[in-house]
């Protein structure tokens, strides 16, 4: 296997009103497959909240594709915004149409590359991989002390490579944990991270900070990701009670587990009331999530078959709420009723079934309403 | 004004690589292999005849055209997608464009117009005027159709989340002016299916903007009965890089949504079926798209007839509109794109088109000059009036080739529809994202195969020159988002503000019943309301939008 310690983290956004996002979508496919880990943004991304996800997600790079011939108003503001930040060191590339007296301008405002049309992948990854400097880290663990939270983007990154572990073990040793986690863990497309935003719509509204950890695999050849389940939760741009971090998960589930441990720390010591920890589901790696949360929720979605799918009975074993997701859609009440009967057989602990929908803001109140009750 | 001209270019290039290999075995645009030869084994085997599958031009399943005589009896609608800075610029240059001798318009509208946005929302800053035309009010609508003679001209306008606003403005100003309704010919696109596939104009989500798009079908279908109440656009979802299957197939599965919702509305399937287009990209690959035209006219007629059983012929006819492809555009060596633009208008006019835009070869770099754009425009005249190729009803009938393609298009369309099907329907497969997969792993893999010289694009890859020349560019300036500003405000102040208020509050009202909105949205028009207030009068309840949705 190879070594993917370094893979190089890439914030992708779409900013002003164009909606032509092939371009940002072939380069994100790109620099995953030269392992980079990719964190897709999304369409119409205000300045505020471009710079806040580069901050959040520790990028190295951000590449910004705008085609709508904006960009003399709107990439002046961003350059700023970084620099305000802190993030001048963040290299930034812009991509899509820029007529080429623009080009001076742009790269006099401290962007680091403009590839227009007839750009190569190669060339996008070759330009990206100008290594960066980083503060040392006991200078990180100083700030990060003073709650600074490029030092606490900067530390998850390092946590999640294996990197500065024992330091950060002994500072984070005498903290005591303080926040709740709760996992929420199904398969692709049941709505994790849909429902995930609609909980930090929640959990805002009555005034509590949150952390999400979004998990997705990476690829075990190249080492690289494409990370796009920030954008499904959505949050105000400006809005720093919220920290959305995408994390790239090797093949081997136990080793992200080791980690997961300090990165849960990390954010405990900073200061947030609830962490996130969204994972694909399936398999034994949940029961390694489970260690390392309070509530685990498994969701699962209505289906067109009669029989609930029993492969995913072990996964219920180990659930202490499940969710029917997308509770709009048919068969749902017969789902919940199927579950509800496996799994509160007599003298067994009672495992609530609820229904929720992220799409109808549905059964939110209630399964918060669980997850906070105390339990032993 | 838009015109100071600026130079752009010059930039050195590296030496320029050697002549490529030509990639074997050969592959279509899309990828898709092509035998060495094909012969009339081919057509055997598929079981292609004259009388059981290709049939006559002007007859069902009008694979071979909708018209006995094609362009024999009339020529295509030569129509130039138009549309940059405020309302009075605009229609300067659609009458600089009739005095050309084109013979209908097409208007682009501003990103702020399309996403349903004033021009004074902060969201606008920098982007009003810039792509197309801002229109806020009923006046930009007057003002930019101002001395054209709205009986005898066709008129498209290119819209779509708030195509039922805009169509709105069209028939309050139209009625203000004194048109009449029954005397009007155009296309509003009105096709908000392939905003979720591909172009991210959207302001609702899927199922409340499917049900505007029925309101302005129905109320277009009595009361303006000869426009063409939406354009089924594969265009779009081409330039996001999909296949020419793909853009073939999910076009005509977004054709059969309409059709299927119109029909649960009550509407009849003639009534409905007569008024729709559609509207398809023009790539390099000429034969993949001439087979794509072909399939795409034979498939609607089956579905139009088997599916939903229509009664009337001219209800299966697929009359569609052409625009060459945007993405195959270069702004290496741009005076080349003019050749681009040929051929791929060439294979649209083979394919039987009802209408064409040819781009002009300075689109990378900016909205074309009027230079550009005469070239271009001169590109289809050429083609009518010199090459000879309108002179018989689709001259490549009964080709081994084409006629191979076109078989092999329609049942790779077939098993498309097949899939969408099994997932649950069209708003279900949007939904889990099934469009927008396909679509950015198709381009992905064209690009990956332009990067590695497996396709050849001239000036780019292969034939590159060391040296740049530079070609005259339309700037357009900061001075129309000012004058705009200034329309609006006077708008804002002139008009009745309780009136306005009443109008939004009766479009919200028809919203919540789930009645047609078309006439609430009416008065709101003559009262002066803006596109942005009542978007979001409707916003307001058939929600937004959030980002998340598309991924």
């Given at each position: 296997?190879?070594?993917?310690a370094?893979?190089?983290?890439v914030?992708?956004?779409k ?20 392992g ?5 943004a ?5 300045i505020?909240a ?17 085609l ?8 002046p503001?961003l ?14 590339l ?9 080009v001076?301008?742009l790269?006099?405002l ?5 590839a ?6 190669p ?14 880290v ?20 390092l946590?999640?490579?294996?990197e ?12 005591p ?11 692709g497309?049941?709505?994790?991270s849909s429902?995930i ?5 929640l959990?805002?509204?009555?005034n509590?900070?949150?952390?999400v ?8 050849l190249t ?10 939760i959505?949050?105000p ?5 919220v ?21 849960m720390?990390?954010l405990?010591a900073?200061g ?6 969204e ?7 949940d ?10 929720v ?17 996964l219920?074993?180990v ?7 997308k509770?709009?859609?048919?068969g749902?009440d017969?789902?919940a009723?199927?579950v509800?009967?496996?799994l ?8 609530p079934?609820?229904?929720?929908s992220?799409a109808?803001?549905q ?13 032993g | 004004?838009?015109?100071?001209v600026?130079e752009?270019?010059n ?9 490529p ?10 990828g898709?292999p ?6 009339g084994?081919d057509?055997?085997r ?10 006559r031009?002007g ?30 610029q605009?229609?300067e ?20 117009t399309?996403?349903g946005l ?5 969201q ?7 792509l197309g035309v801002?229109?806020d ?6 003002q930019l159709?101002?001395e054209?003679?709205?009986?005898q001209?066709s008129v498209?306008m290119?819209?779509?989340?708030p195509?039922a ?5 069209y028939?309050a ?10 005397k009007l010919?155009g296309?509003?696109?009105?096709d908000?299916?392939?905003e ?14 499917v ?5 302005l ?16 656009s594969?265009?779009?979802?081409r330039?996001?890089g999909?296949t020419a299957?793909?853009?073939l ?12 919702q119109?029909?649960?509305r ?22 993949e798209?001439?087979?794509k ?17 229509a009664r ?7 009359r ?6 945007g993405?195959s555009?270069?702004?290496r ?9 040929a051929?791929?208008?060439?294979a ?12 002009s ?9 009027e230079?550009?754009?005469?070239l ?11 090459t000879g190729?309108?002179?018989?009803p689709?001259?490549?009938?009964g080709?081994?080739?084409v ?11 077939e098993?498309y ?5 099994h997932?649950?329907g069209?708003?279900?497969?949007i939904?889990?994202?099934f ?10 893999t ?10 050849i ?25 000012e ?5 609006l ?11 306005v ?14 009645e ?9 028009a ?11 009068a409707?916003?307001d309840v ?8 598309l991924?």
């Amino acid at each position: 296997m190879i070594a993917h310690a370094a893979s190089p983290r890439v914030v992708l956004a779409k900013i002003g009103l164009d909606g032509h996002d092939r371009g940002v979508k072939v380069v994100a496919r790109g620099l995953r497959d030269a392992g980079f880990h990719v964190i897709y943004a999304g369409l119409w991304q205000p300045i505020e909240a471009v710079v806040q996800t580069v901050l959040d997600e520790d990028a190295d790079w951000l590449g910004i594709s705008l085609l709508s011939g904006a960009h003399m108003t709107l990439i002046p503001p961003l350059m700023d915004k970084l620099r305000q930040n802190g993030l001048d060191r963040v290299g930034v590339l812009i991509g899509g149409i820029i007529p080429e007296k623009d080009v001076p301008k742009l790269l006099e405002l401290g962007v680091r590359s403009v590839a227009g049309p007839g750009t190569t992948i190669p060339e996008i990854v070759e330009r990206m991989h100008q290594p960066e400097e980083h503060p040392a880290v006991e200078d990180l663990i100083r700030r990060f002390r003073q709650k600074d939270r490029r030092a606490l983007a900067r530390l998850l990154t390092l946590a999640s490579r294996g990197e500065a572990l024992d330091a950060l073990r002994h500072e984070l040793a005498e903290r005591p944990k303080s926040c709740r986690v709760a996992a929420f863990t199904g398969s692709g497309g049941v709505g994790k991270s849909s429902l995930i935003g609609r909980s930090v719509e929640l959990l805002r509204s009555r005034n509590q900070s949150v952390a999400v950890l979004c998990c997705d695999p990476e690829s075990p050849l190249t080492g690289g990701a494409l990370l796009g389940d920030r954008l499904r939760i959505a949050k105000p741009a400006d809005d720093a009670g919220v920290f959305i971090r995408s994390l790239a998960t090797p093949g081997g589930q136990q080793a992200i587990a080791k980690n997961l441990d300090v990165m849960m720390a990390l954010l405990a010591a900073y200061g947030f009331d609830t962490v996130i920890l969204e994972t694909v589901g399936a398999g034994q790696g949940d029961t390694a999530v489970r260690e390392q949360s309070d509530v685990l929720v498994v969701l699962l979605q209505p289906e067109s078959g009669d029989e609930l799918q029993w492969e995913k009975a072990g996964l219920l074993e180990v659930a202490d709420i499940v969710v029917v997701h997308k509770a709009d859609l048919p068969g749902s009440d017969r789902m919940a009723a199927q579950v509800h009967e496996h799994l509160n057989l007599p003298g067994a602990r009672p495992i609530p079934v609820l229904k929720a929908s992220a799409a109808k803001g549905q059964g939110l109140e209630e399964l918060w309403a669980k997850i906070e009750e105390p339990r032993g | 004004m838009a015109s100071p001209v600026v130079e752009i270019g010059n930039g050195t290039r590296a030496a320029a690589l050697p002549v490529p290999d030509r990639a074997d075995p050969a592959t279509t645009v899309s990828g898709v292999p092509i035998a060495p030869l094909y012969t009339g084994d081919d057509l055997a085997r598929l079981g292609i005849t004259e009388s059981a599958t290709i049939g006559r031009p002007g007859q069902f399943p009008f694979t071979r055209g909708i018209h006995e005589a094609m362009y024999r009896g009339r020529l295509w609608t030569m129509r130039q997608f138009a549309g940059f800075g405020t309302p009075r610029q605009t229609n300067e240059r659609f009458r600089f464009l009739l005095e050309k001798g084109q013979t209908g318009l097409s208007t682009a509208f501003d990103l702020p117009t399309l996403m349903g946005l004033d021009s004074d929302c902060p969201q606008s800053r920098g982007e009003v005027g810039r792509l197309g035309v801002a229109v806020d009010t009923i006046d930009d609508m007057r003002q930019l159709f101002a001395e054209i003679d709205l009986e005898q001209i066709s008129v498209s306008m290119t819209i779509n989340a708030p195509a039922a606003v805009i169509m709105a403005f069209y028939l309050a100003a139209a009625r203000e002016a004194g048109w009449d309704w029954r005397k009007l010919r155009g296309t509003i696109q009105n096709d908000i299916l392939k905003e979720f596939h591909a172009q991210n104009e959207i302001v609702f989500p899927p199922e409340p903007s499917v049900r505007l798009v029925i309101d302005l079908i129905e109320f277009c279908a009595e009361h303006v009965p000869q426009w063409n109440t939406v354009s089924i656009s594969g265009y779009h979802i081409r330039e996001a890089g999909s296949t020419a299957v793909q853009e073939l197939a999910f076009t005509l599965a977004d054709g059969i949504h309409y059709v299927e919702q119109s029909l649960s509305r009550g509407l009849d399937v003639d009534t409905v079926g007569r008024r729709l287009s559609f509207f398809f990209n023009a790539h390099n690959d000429v034969f993949e798209e001439i087979a794509k035209y072909r399939a795409a006219r034979s498939l609607w007629a089956d579905v139009m007839r088997n599916r939903f059983y229509a009664r009337e012929e001219s209800s299966c006819k697929l009359r569609f509109h052409a625009q060459t492809a945007g993405c195959s555009l270069q702004d290496r060596q741009p005076e080349v794109n003019l050749m681009r633009v040929a051929y791929q208008a060439l294979a649209a006019v083979l394919g039987g088109c009802q209408s064409l835009h040819s781009n002009s070869m300075d689109e990378t770099l900016a909205l074309p000059s009027e230079h550009a754009v005469t070239l271009a425009l001169r590109t289809q005249q050429v083609l009518a009036y010199e090459t000879g190729v309108v002179n018989t009803p689709d001259p490549l009938g009964g080709s081994y080739f084409v006629e191979t393609l076109t078989a092999q298009m329609r049942k790779q369309a077939e098993d498309y529809f097949e899939q969408i099907d099994h997932q649950g329907g069209m708003l279900a497969a949007i939904d889990s994202g099934f469009f927008r997969r396909e679509i950015a792993d198709a381009a992905f893999t064209y690009q990956k195969s332009v990067d590695k010289r497996e396709k050849i694009i001239v000036g780019v890859n292969a034939f590159e020159e060391d040296e740049q020349k530079s070609i005259d560019i339309l700037q357009i300036d900061e001075g129309p988002e000012e004058e705009q500003l200034r329309n609006l405000a006077r708008a804002k102040k002139s008009r009745n503000n309780s009136a306005v208020e009443r109008a939004l509050a009766a479009v919200k009202r028809a919203a919540e019943r789930k009645e047609n909105v078309f006439p609430a949205l009416m008065e709101a028009a003559s009262a002066r309301a803006t596109v942005y207030e009542t978007m979001s009068a409707l916003a307001d309840v058939l929600g937004r939008l959030e980002t998340g949705g598309l991924s």
